[in-house]
């Protein structure tokens, strides 16, 4: 908790605080709030006597906010709170499947779609009344239709596009799937955070014994499109970077895509290794999977999945299997979509908490103050593993 005393943060807030959890973010939004309920309560502000910061201390930041649907599977968005004058937060996980609404009589499971109007209707409902709203959007709504490369919608850059002009001042996402959609908005504040220094936390409570050593460990990508990630995180760690690139059957398309024909490897000898597959997101996991058996035929010895966002469209059948196989040792992903109850009792699950981190961002923001330091992780990175190292002398 030191870090988040550490920044100045002794200006006048932007505005009054206020978090919007949306249904599809509660239990993170409760989280979060929790984290800053307690900062606040235990800071000594240098202006703690200004009117303006009457309300900097309360017991809770988040605004009561609803979305009820109408039997036709339309709805509405509500708030019951004062927003007037708030630097407002908004938090949605467009990915939370688990939730339903009935519709003529059905049961629907809720969309990226049905999730991304609620937030559109509950910016509507604050009416431009707020000092400014921000937009937290861990998995950024379209984010795998971010470019064009036939007669095809722009669905992430429309989406963008839309919630500036309804008033977002900024967004905050997590690990995009190209941080370059942002050049559909270029006035406009939009930050994808990476949660290398969660991932690496996460490692360790997997493999207390983990050795960081080129020749004892290597970061994979699994194709090319990941390779930035993976660069990152081997530089950082100062080990060795492979990659993978899917050789595609572009005569058929199956489901939408081109069928994978083979993983092709380019890299360092991994025989004997501890091995970390780094990617933005397990949607099947057939990738990430057949990414671990050919590394299991090169000789690896652990591999450990770590993923930003861990969808299991396709359940976890296949990855209680490949774990019984021995294909691969720890599965890590982040609490930034949502986990379903039996995937948090999987033995082979590690999952990386981002409230606190979520939380330091919005405290600091709310100050106006820069997130430099949250959005490049480094000297978190090294401060941590001077600890580890003296840990293990």
Same mark, same amino acid.
Request: net charge negative; glycine share 6%.
């Given at each position: 908790m030191q870090s988040a005393f550490e920044r100045n943060l002794e200006t006048i807030p932007v505005g009054e605080l206020g978090i919007i959890a949306l249904e599809s973010c509660e239990t993170l939004g409760k989280k979060i709030n929790a984290h800053i309920v307690e900062w606040r309560k235990e800071r000594e502000h240098e202006q703690k006597g200004n009117p303006q910061l009457q309300y900097y201390s309360k017991d809770s930041y988040l605004v009561d906010a609803s979305v009820p649907r109408f039997g036709s599977g339309e709805a509405k968005g509500i708030i019951n709170d004062t927003v007037r004058g708030d630097d407002l937060y908004i938090l949605v996980d467009v990915c939370n499947h688990s939730l339903t609404y009935p519709i003529f009589g059905c049961v629907n499971h809720m969309s990226p779609d049905d999730?991304?109007?609620?937030?559109?209707? &509950? +910016?509507?409902?604050?009416?431009?009344?707020? $000092?400014?709203? %921000?937009? !937290?959007?861990?998995?950024?709504? *379209?984010?795998? #239709?971010?470019?064009?490369?036939?007669?095809?919608?722009?669905?992430?850059?429309?989406?963008?596009?839309?919630?500036?002009?309804?008033?977002?001042?900024? &967004? +905050?996402?997590?690990?995009?799937?190209?941080? $370059?959609?942002? %050049?559909? !908005?270029?006035?406009?504040?939009? *930050?994808?955070? #990476?949660?290398?220094?969660?991932?690496?936390?996460?490692?360790?409570?997997?493999?207390?014994?983990?050795?960081?050593?080129?020749?004892?460990?290597?970061? &994979?990508?699994?194709?090319e499109g990941a390779a930035g990630r993976a660069i990152y995180m081997a530089n950082i760690l100062g080990v060795d970077m492979g990659m993978f690139y899917k050789r595609r059957d572009y005569a058929h398309i199956v489901n939408g895509r081109?069928?994978?024909?083979?993983?092709?490897?380019?890299?360092?000898?991994?025989?004997?290794?501890?091995?970390?597959?780094?990617?933005?997101?397990?949607?099947?996991?057939?990738?990430?999977?057949?990414?671990?058996?050919?590394?299991?035929?090169?000789?690896?010895?652990?591999?450990?999945?770590?993923?930003?966002?861990?969808?299991?469209?396709?359940?976890?059948?296949?990855?209680?299997?490949?774990?019984?196989?021995?294909?691969?040792?720890?599965?890590?992903?982040?609490?930034?979509?949502?986990?379903?109850?039996?995937?948090?009792?999987?033995?082979?699950?590690?999952?990386?908490?981002?409230?606190?981190?979520?939380?330091?961002?919005?405290?600091?923001?709310?100050?106006?103050?820069?997130?430099?330091?949250?959005?490049?992780?480094?000297?978190r990175i090294n401060n941590f593993l001077e600890k580890r190292k003296k840990l293990q002398k």
């Open positions: 999730h991304f109007q609620d937030l559109k209707r &509950i +910016i509507a409902a604050v009416g431009g009344k707020a $000092r400014r709203i %921000n937009v !937290i959007m861990p998995f950024l709504y *379209e984010s795998r #239709q971010h470019k064009r490369t036939g007669r095809e919608s722009l669905d992430c850059a429309l989406a963008l596009q839309e919630l500036v002009k309804m008033g977002v001042d900024n &967004i +905050i996402t997590f690990d995009a799937h190209d941080p $370059r959609v942002q %050049n559909a !908005i270029p006035l406009h504040g939009f *930050e994808t955070i #990476q949660p290398v220094y969660q991932f690496i936390k996460g490692l360790f409570r997997a493999a207390p014994d983990l050795e960081i050593s080129p020749e004892k460990l290597m970061i &994979i990508s699994p194709d081109n069928p994978i024909v083979a993983h092709e490897f380019l890299g360092a000898d991994v025989a004997g290794k501890d091995v970390v597959i780094l990617d933005d997101m397990i949607s099947s996991g057939d990738s990430m999977l057949e990414v671990a058996a050919e590394l299991k035929k090169r000789n690896a010895d652990r591999i450990f999945l770590c993923s930003t966002f861990g969808l299991f469209t396709n359940g976890l059948e296949k990855f209680d299997k490949a774990y019984t196989q021995g294909l691969f040792y720890s599965l890590l992903t982040t609490n930034l979509v949502y986990q379903s109850p039996e995937l948090l009792e999987k033995p082979y699950y590690i999952g990386c908490d981002l409230s606190k981190y979520i939380a330091l961002v919005i405290d600091t923001l709310n100050h106006d103050g820069s997130i430099s330091d949250l959005l490049n992780p480094t000297a």
